[in-house]
């Protein structure tokens, strides 16, 4: 089979000839139709994201395809089904291995570029809104990075579930998308001081807040915070070490909370599949609530796709397709 292969040295990618994968017991190879680029998989390519022992060593953390070959023990799935995947690794490939346990069967409605923009952003802001952070109805909720992948999948989850949402964005066009899924306020951190902004729009704070800037943000985020308010970080964009006055976190109570996907246990990211599609799935296969894609490439263009990432030109996914 063919996958994205980064030259250690140059970081440049090729479509290249590898070995194929196999179906382990329990687990599936998925001939893969569709993938996505997520920040990790420019970090990955960098050096800078150690792949999890017993992942795929290539790129793309979600992907959707047919199946292609079943492992013993796998049952209630057939050879050609339509699924989609959260992956530890290796989406960016004509085939792909993943336990059955994270499969998720394609509406008959679904494209399979529609499919392959679920998993990794709308696992990622259910798990940390609404397990990590505990976001509640009538709470308020501030989100950076609104108009990316997560932002957007986020943005509809909260409105979904009656909460009120601040979305931060670096354009004024993706301000005003975030508006269009649900955003009570959208702030461009461009023209603003942000945490200003939010004052303004919540005098009392916020009661939890997705943050990718991290030490940048960090005690602006604080700032914004309601007493017993809790900051999920999932993103390091702005910086791993920052300052904290701990005083200040003890008095109102605030709670920090670290975050990850990628390298969660499969028990772990099997609870968040069940648990996202207990409240949420339902909405997705209404049309309720629906993957944001920004544009659509192939593999063969994976340069150009992760560049659109890389300059934060995206409002929603990137999704690159697989030849048959």
Known sequence: MKAVVVDSESHALSWSEVDDPSAAPGGVVMSVRATAVNRADLLQRAGQYP????????????????????????????????????????????????????????PDAWSFEQAAAVPEVFYTAYVNLFVEGQLAEGETLL???????????????????????????????????????????????????????????????????????????????????????????????????????LGEVMRRRLRIIGSVLRSRSLEEKEAIREGFEDRFWKDLVSGAIQPVIDRTLTIEEVESAQEVLTRNENIGKVIMTIPV
């Open 51 to 106: 792949v999890p022992p017993g992942a795929s060593p290539y790129m793309g953390l979600e992907a959707s395809g047919v199946i292609y070959e079943i492992g013993e023990g796998v049952e209630g799935w057939s050879v050609g089904d339509r699924v989609c995947s959260l992956l530890a690794g290796g989406g960016y490939a004509e085939r792909v291995a993943t336990p059955a346990s994270l499969l998720v069967r394609i």
């Open 143 to 245: 989100i950076h990075g609104g108009a990316s992948g997560v932002g957007t999948a986020g943005i509809q989850m909260a409105t979904r579930a009656g909460v009120r949402v601040i979305a931060v964005v670096g354009r004024e066009d993706k301000a005003a998308f975030c508006c269009t899924l649900g955003a009570d306020v959208a702030i461009n951190r461009h023209e603003v001081n942000f945490a200003d902004a939010v004052k303004k729009a919540a005098p009392d704070g916020v009661d939890v807040i997705l943050d990718i800037g991290a030490a940048d943000y960090l005690s602006r985020n604080l700032a914004c915070l309601r007493n017993r308010g809790r900051l999920v970080i999932i993103a390091l964009l702005g910086g791993a070490i920052g300052e904290v006055d």
